[in-house]
């Protein structure tokens, strides 16, 4: 068990919809990055946080949002899902400030768009 | 821009064969490197890191030194498992505590 906790684990909807996945951080983490993986593509970096404030951006599309909560938690918000939307999405955690930490990472959220 | 590139799969060996999977990086200064590895259906766990050129980063049975001079990570086992079939990524965090990943590796491992 990494310690991050991602909700929900599979998630099946349809073209167009909007969906939030969620993501708790190891206890005392403040940066979290959200990550794509797709059978094509590998796994891409989509977006970090650091104590509540966007650090980085990598592919991540318009139609994208995310966001970090004050307690530490964050959501990455997907609308106008298209089928090529269909990916495994990862969330990890990083103790803030260390050079020499290494990412945590969660089991992921399964969307299917159907 | 920083990157990582690895050697390309899947990679099938018979059980007990010794196994090396490429990685090379690009990147400025001096980055931390990390071999990640995903069983079926699971999320990415650490698998050994180095922090600084010539350091050899070792777990269970794997093993991965940073050379700076060849700007390498290479993973290398003596002796595969079954258990050891997986997807294996070489990954590295820069300065700025980005990190870069590389494509994976699928390893099957047969008995």
């Known amino acids: 068990d990494s310690g991050v906790t991602q909700t929900p684990k599979h998630l099946i909807t349809a073209t167009g919809q909007r969906v939030t996945l969620r993501c708790s951080p190891r206890?005392?983490?403040?940066?979290v990055y959200w990550y794509q993986q797709s059978l094509d593509q590998g796994l891409q970096f989509l977006i970090q946080?650091?104590?509540?404030?966007?650090?980085a951006k990598g592919n991540i599309l318009e139609r994208f949002s995310a966001q970090q909560f004050p307690d530490l938690h964050s959501e990455l918000n997907l609308s106008s899902l298209e089928l090529g939307d269909s990916a495994l999405y990862f969330c990890?955690?990083?103790?803030?400030?260390?050079?020499?930490?290494?990412?945590?990472f969660g089991e992921g959220s399964r969307l299917t768009v159907l | 821009g920083d990157s990582v590139t690895q050697m390309e799969g899947p990679v099938t060996l018979s059980e007990e064969a010794c196994l090396t999977i490429?990685?090379?990086?690009?990147?400025?200064?001096?980055?931390?490197l990390f071999w990640y590895v995903q069983y079926p259906g699971e999320g990415l766990q650490l698998l050994l890191k180095?922090?600084?050129?010539?350091d050899k980063g070792s777990n269970k049975g794997f093993e991965a030194t940073y050379r700076k001079e060849t700007t390498s990570f290479h993973l290398e086992k003596g002796s595969v498992q079954v258990s050891d079939s997986a997807v294996y990524f070489c990954?590295?965090?820069?300065?700025?505590?980005?990190?870069?990943f590389g494509t994976g590796t699928s390893l099957t491992v047969i008995p």
């Open positions: 490429n990685c090379t990086y690009t990147a400025t200064g001096y980055p931390s």
């Open positions: 990890a955690s990083k103790s803030g400030g260390s050079h020499t930490g290494e990412l945590f």
């Open positions: 180095a922090t600084k050129a010539d």
């Open positions: 990954a590295l965090m820069n300065t700025g505590n980005q990190f870069y």
């Open positions: 206890s005392g983490d403040l940066s």
């Open positions: 946080y650091y104590n509540g404030e966007e650090r």
